[in-house]
């Protein structure tokens, strides 16, 4: 049986969204999940009690919204096989600029980085690691760049804070409606399969679940590591593909 983990964040019930869509809770019935990544912004006991039926084994890091919650961490790190994954909400990150998401996994010491904050569904490969950001789960509004100044005090430390925050902000529209989504993570040793579930509308208005299936293999030797040779062929294997399921 698979151990699947179930990868989600920036649910803001009741403030932003009423609940987790219909669609998506049929889907994320009990005994099916081994264990939770929450990348916070729950806001609500309630939320945080439904999660815990999803799966008993609940990991939660503090978001930007969750201001009672003190005494959570603000990253964590999980073992799966053989990958360590990190995750975090992300409003302690300047900007989702991939060199600074790079800098954020080395520190942890991980081989996927989970961030959250954008409502926003990405993922991408980037020297050697897996970065994923799984959306939100409610489609919960996000907000402008005048929230990520107050959060981190006019941009954060640093040199290049003020274009971090354009890089954090670009892409988004106050009127951009957010679509749904969440992401299940199989890891099989070196290897992870990625589903990404969104919850999207046809032209008549009808919701559907699309699901996309991306795949990750961690390189035996890191890229740039010995000869040409052996680091084009490392990157080559640890290359992710898309695909629709």
């Known amino acids: 049986m698979a151990f699947l983990i179930l990868v989600i964040g920036d649910l803001h019930i009741p403030d932003r969204a009423l609940d987790i869509p219909a669609k998506f ?61 990190g995750f975090l909400e992300g409003f302690t990150l300047v900007s989702n600029e991939p060199d600074l998401l790079l800098a954020e996994a080395n520190r942890l010491d991980v081989d996927v980085l989970c961030w959250g904050g954008t409502h926003k569904f990405e993922c991408f490969e980037y020297m050697d690691k897996f970065f994923v950001n799984p959306g939100s789960a409610t489609g919960a509004f996000t907000t402008t760049a005048a929230s990520w100044a107050v959060n981190l005090g006019g941009g954060g430390s640093g040199s290049g804070g003020g274009e971090g925050q354009k890089e954090q902000d670009k892409g988004f529209d106050e009127d951009e409606e957010v679509v749904p989504s969440f992401c299940l993570m199989d890891v099989q040793g070196i290897s992870l399969t990625l589903y990404v579930y969104q919850l999207r509308k046809d032209e008549k208005g009808v919701e559907n679940v699309a699901v996309e299936k991306v795949t990750y293999t961690k390189p035996v030797q890191p890229t740039g590591a010995g000869n040409a040779a052996a680091g084009a062929g490392a990157a080559a294997s640890g290359a992710a593909s898309v695909s629709s399921s």
């Open 25 to 85: 809770k049929k889907l994320l019935a009990p005994g099916k999940i081994s264990q939770t990544l929450c990348l916070g912004n729950l806001t609500d006991r309630s939320t945080y009690e439904y999660l815990r039926t999803i799966a008993p084994d609940l990991k939660i890091v503090r978001g930007r919204m969750d201001v009672e919650a003190t005494s959570l961490p603000l990253t964590s790190v999980v073992t799966h096989g053989n990958l360590r994954i």
